[in-house]
């Protein structure tokens, strides 16, 4: 794997000046190849990890496994933009085995993930069952 | 009250106890320490080794090993030897599993030193060589090398610390705790003293898979004349970070492997059966872990260095082991208070120089065996306490 992309995938906050006595290449070469990185979307973006349950106002995270039916014209892809619509889901997997689809969805309780899964998922057409697992990060 | 002095043998009264110590304990017992101070890899033994010792266990293999070591282990040991450095070892006469390194130094010199012949030790070196040298009966005899020479051992200085008691030179590279390695040109020209003054080499080579920018080690064992007058040390802990199995070994000519053998057998035994399971598997499929972990030191090495030469502590590229020694000097203070000052200021912990020789003062031992974040805030913080005191001055 290349190894600028090692670094800054381990530690984004990493100075140019530093990758480039780590890796003993040139200030200016590390730049670029950030650059271009950027540029065609290698580096999607920089963000922080956050430890969120050690912040007052925590929430939960569950991941939720979909079966659908694929629509004859777009597959997975109309569920899962549907799912990704709504503002508790986090992220949408495409999985292969006995689901299809995994959403990873935040709520302030676990009831409010309940509620989720009855009210608004269940009623996308296509879906045909769910099975919610809960999420601890350790 | 008995006055146990007196049943106490005085050389081992007289020894000091170990400057890297005084540090550790220090940053133990602080909240918030960053340590640079540890000589021992971060990682943690690759799990293919692990398993190994632990399916070894569950078939309940729980015996001693023969007194030189499982058979399976000489041949691999003797295989690498030959395999990284063109260098034949029979492994039923000419190696001896120990444990840690330390063991095999200490058997070496036990089995060669007779009361009052000299060793010739080049310093700064690992702590361990002196006073193992002086229990044997030895006498050793410090050589400093210096930076100005990459702190390499140079021919002319070990020309002129041969007396006629010279019996033994221990050759301490990829040094700790310098960084420095020797390479052939500077074996060739030591080897050439070796064998004008008839001399046996100690060659402790327990870094030796901790080279960097392309330069592999060199066994002076390889030099022309010198395979019949080396005995190798090396061992397992810091090639595939297995410092807590206790493993280790010597290779060398047959009559000196059985004499350290049978002083073994008395001493230990055998070395710990587990960790030799353990070690067959690091030899047989342990290459790619190895040179993982080298690419990562190697890019903590650059870091580091940088770090050092940037803050104005002028640093020489270490090529080898996983320490850098940057010098000190130009902040006025003595290794020892340096050292002091920036535990008790900085909560960062580094060895002085002089812990590992007199001639080491003027230096700090900085570990560089820690992930890039703990390296990075260290340096942060050693940054700062260099600043403040320019301020002061």
């Known amino acids: ?138 | 009250m008995i006055n146990y002095d007196k049943y106490l043998n005085s050389s081992i009264r007289s020894l000091a106890p170990s400057g890297i110590r005084k540090f550790f304990d220090i940053a133990n017992e602080m909240d918030h320490v960053i340590s640079l101070s540890i000589g021992e890899p971060d990682f943690q033994t690759p799990w293919h080794i692990r398993d190994e010792g632990i399916r070894s266990l569950e078939k309940g293999k729980t015996w001693y090993s023969p007194n030189r070591g499982f058979s399976d282990l000489l041949k691999e040991i003797s295989n690498y030897y030959e395999r990284r450095f063109s260098l034949t070892y029979n492994p039923f006469e000419q190696a001896l599993v120990t444990v840690g390194g330390s063991e095999a130094i200490d058997l070496a010199f036990r089995c060669l030193l007779e009361e009052g012949d000299e060793a010739i030790i080049p310093q700064p070196a690992f702590v361990c060589y002196n006073p193992l040298c002086t229990m044997a009966g030895g006498v050793p005899v410090n050589i400093n090398t210096k930076n100005e020479d990459n702190f390499r051992l140079k021919a002319a200085d070990l020309e002129a610390a041969i007396t006629p008691k010279t019996k033994l030179l221990v050759l301490p590279f990829p040094n700790n705790p310098t960084g420095a390695i020797m390479e052939r040109s500077d074996l060739e020209e030591i080897a050439e003293v070796v064998k004008r003054h008839d001399l046996m080499v100690l060659s402790d080579e327990i870094y030796c898979e901790l080279t960097y920018g392309g330069r592999n080690h060199v066994s002076i064992a390889s030099v022309d004349g010198m395979y019949e007058r080396t005995i190798v040390i090396n061992g397992f802990s810091k090639s595939y970070a297995m410092t807590g199995w206790r493993l280790g070994y010597a290779l060398g000519p047959a009559p000196i492997i059985s004499q350290m053998t049978k002083l073994h057998q008395y001493g230990i035994m055998s070395a710990p059966t587990t960790a030799q399971y353990a070690a067959i598997e690091a030899l047989k499929n342990g290459d790619r872990d190895v040179n993982h972990m080298r690419d990562e030191y190697d890019m903590r090495r650059r870091l580091v260095v940088d770090g050092f030469n940037e803050m104005g502590l002028s640093c020489f590229e270490p090529l080898g082991a996983f320490y850098v020694f940057p010098c000190i000097q130009s902040t006025g203070l003595s290794s020892e208070e340096f050292c002091t000052r920036l535990i008790m200021e900085k909560h960062v912990a580094v060895v002085p120089g002089n812990a590992f020789g007199e001639c080491g003062e003027g230096f700090v031992r900085v570990s560089y065996s820690y992930s890039l974040k703990h390296l990075k805030a260290a340096l942060a913080r050693i940054r700062e306490f260099v600043e403040e005191l320019r301020h002061e001055g």
Request: aromatic share 8%; net charge negative; glycine share 6%.
């Open chain 1, 1 to 138: 794997m290349d190894k600028l992309l090692q670094l800054l995938s381990k530690n984004a906050q990493f100075s140019t000046a530093e990758l480039a006595a780590m890796l003993g290449e040139p200030e200016d070469h590390i730049k670029a190849q950030i650059k271009e990185y950027e540029n065609n979307g290698i580096i999607k973006g920089y963000q922080a990890v956050v430890n969120w349950e050690n912040m007052a106002d925590s929430f939960v995270e569950a991941m939720i496994e979909l079966k659908v039916t694929p629509k004859k014209e777009t597959g997975f892809d109309e569920i899962a933009e549907r799912c990704m619509a709504f503002e508790e889901v986090e992220s949408v997997y495409l999985m292969a085995g006995v689901y299809d689809l995994a959403l990873i969805v935040r709520g302030q309780t676990m009831q409010d993930i309940s509620m989720f899964v009855a009210k608004k998922l269940s009623t996308i057409d296509g879906i045909l069952c769910a099975a919610t697992r809960t999420e601890a990060s350790i």
